[in-house]
């Protein structure tokens, strides 16, 4: 008989009852150490009180109002992303596929008002994750994500990193966009090299194309940067946020410059819970600190000393791990071990860690990890090490 639940997902018997910074409570009393953040989306850990104020004093006001009326909340949050960033106009959605929606859609939009409705093709990357949309699994074209729900929306190219060659045949005056992820998260954790974006960006502003930044995992103050593209200095046309942008609260969001939303007039978009009241008035809190240079450098001082702490761990376990990679506090652990049976041990360790494609096991702690935290995760992770080395292979 078919689980009330539609069985999309492989559940561990975890029953995670409440959270409290960096920690989750189980059902029966554990305490465990949460470096998933549910997959970098709590930035500021669990029930952070600014966040808890923002969203209770919103729910004693108003919930919802349609976005046919002024959203003084959603101002707010737009005023800051935009002063924050490159943009000069957001659009707000619930979530990371819904940005991925609007992102091509405004591509598209955007020739088509230029008088050139034929540049429709989207040029995107093997091993990236977009979401789980029509437009986000065909960007993504993975036969995992794609079997079975054809026919596929049309128009995307999909290239491998690093094959240059490749990139300079398909990226043509037929190309709305390029979309990629600065650094893929899904992926396991493959940051995209700063030259790279930045000759992305060079070959995007040749042919005309925009370029469309993926930030739906990496943005928000995870790398270290408020967004990622930031440390190769770069400007893109469009990206798309969610996950950390809400602290736990639905809620994404396009960013994109004045030019790339110049064909996104009224009536050519709509949501109904887009931006909405509860949800923005706890994403300004959360942009009131990932975007402080002080938080943001405390990101990055902290990712320091777990990087070097994990150097150490991969060094001390050769059998179980292979490499440490990534960028902030969005690490990956390439695995020598079977990344499932990383994250197992890790349970029985009561430390959350979060599985990825190429056998990687994700560390996405929430950003205001202390470090105490940091020395806690790594006596866990040694502790799972040292486990499934026990273990006859
Ligand atoms: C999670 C994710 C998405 C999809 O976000 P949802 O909120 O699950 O729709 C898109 N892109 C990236 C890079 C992601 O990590």
Partial sequence: MIPSILPTYNRASLNFVKGEGSWLVEADGRRFLDLGSGIAVNALGHAHPALVKALTDQANALWHVSNLYQIPQQQALADKLVEHSFADTVFFTNSGTEACELAVKMARK????????????????????HGRSSAGIAAAGSEKMTKGFGPLLP???????????????AVTDKTAAVLIE???????IRPLPDQCLKGLRDLCDQTGALLILDEVQCGMGRTGRLFAHEWAGITPDIVMVAKGIGG????????????????????????????????CAVGCAVMDHVADKDFLAEVNRKAGVLRQKLE???????DVFEA????????????????TDVVKAGYDAQLIVVPAADNVVRLLPPLTLSDDEIAEALTRLEQAAAALEKQPA
């Fill in 110 to 129: 955007y020739w088509y008002e230029k008088g050139r409705p034929d540049r429709t093709e989207i040029v995107a990357f093997e091993g990236s994750f």
């Fill in 155 to 169: 128009g995307f190219t999909h290239l491998q990193w690093g094959d240059h060659d490749a990139l300079r045949a």
């Fill in 182 to 188: 600065p650094v893929q998260g899904e992926g396991g």
């Fill in 248 to 279: 736990g609260f639905p809620l994404g969001a396009v960013l994109a410059t004045e030019d790339a939303a110049s064909g996104m007039t009224a009536g050519t978009h709509g949501s109904t819970y887009g931006g909405n009241p509860l949800a």
């Fill in 312 to 318: 150490g761990l991969v060094a001390s376990h050769p």
């Fill in 324 to 339: 440490v990679r990534g960028s902030g506090l969005m690490l990956g652990l390439k695995c020598r071990a079977a990344n």
